[in-house]
DNA sequence: CATTAATGGAACACACATGTTCCGTTCGAG
DNA sequence: CTCGAACGGAACATGTGTGTTCCATTAATG
């Protein structure tokens, strides 16, 4: 008998999924409104995870799980720099909540995990430089800074999206199309 | 006796100032703290403001003043559009801790504030308009969007200075190119 | 069917932020 | 100097989130 039955892992995944949906749209919610959206009780998030802040570590880990993920299928090694970017984007787009959840929640700002770098990191960086060297991307720009673009770029257009009531294939679109031109050579 | 002694016009300077400073880094931060950085008794804080969403409000309507004044400084109306737009963000990254504040404390994410369009809202939309009509700026981008990058992108180089370390110089200067690009025709 | 894992809920102690009251002290204008 | 405004600090009540324990119930497994 596995220590992760079944039912463990599926309400696990239910209370993470919660937690990163409420923690999104409101930082400051407590567990019990997460326990409330994940339909399970609060005891049982406790069993789960001790305490506030080892849930949020996991949702961390969830979180760069996905991104590494969203990374391997965008096949950053592949085509034109620039090409290769706008599919990176559309991934990382597709995180929703996942990505403002980062930007929303205060606690992980500072947090550790992204302190170390990330395979994702490395593999962005190196495609910003490939772009360089083949003169399809803006040389005067560095590429931590591009890095640091793309995300802020890709919250503001969620953002562009919950407040101004855009679509979200139109806003992706307007994001891609700006973000390109910055970068571009 | 005007009913404001110089006294309480300070005191309420000292009070806004350190709320700004201190919840920009921590949205979570207690009455305490902020008054233990504006080197204010706690009993005092709510001499002035009664509930903590009272301080808030005041913020606010702070902020506002100085996002208007900064619009007024940067005088939209006058020569090409694009120059008007990197007048205007180097004005507005100057407002520093109250901007990146705005992006921080959820209280302020759908604040009744921002709600009602006020002048410079509307001057900066016009003078998108006045680009695009004048072909500097790219007609295929949202004016409501570009305003949406505007403010994250000024974020997003604040953002770089705190966690990167980057020069305020070195940041902005980065920033203005990517914005330039993206927003022109 | 029987046993064990998994859960829900009540109850509790604890910590902390908030808002208020009260009183002594300090500072500044007249 | 004097008086009143402004302030600091202690104390208190309140509300809320957190973490824990205990017990009854349900679901899954063999």
Known sequence: MTAETKARVRTRR???DA?????????????????????????TIHRYFAERSDLLTAIGA??????????????????????????????????????TLVFNV?????????????AADRALIDLVQRGQAAGEIDRALDPVWIQHLIWCMLYAAWSHVHTNG?????????C?????????A
């Open 166 to 174: 855009a679509s979200k294939h139109e806003s992706l679109t307007q």
């Open 19 to 43: 937690a990163v949906s409420v923690l999104a749209k409101n930082p400051a919610a407590s567990l019990a409104d997460v326990a409330a959206a994940a339909a399970v009780g609060r005891t």
């Open 62 to 99: 969830d979180v760069l799980d996905k991104i590494a993920a969203a990374t391997d299928r965008s096949r950053l090694a592949e085509g034109p720099a620039l090409e290769a970017v706008a599919r990176l984007c559309s991934e990382y787009f597709d995180l929703g909540e996942n990505l």
């Open 176 to 184: 891609l199309r700006s973000l390109t031109k910055a970068i571009a």
């Open 14 to 16: 239910a209370i993470l």
């Open 106 to 118: 205060p606690e992980f700002w500072d947090w550790e995990g992204w302190e170390q770098e990330t």
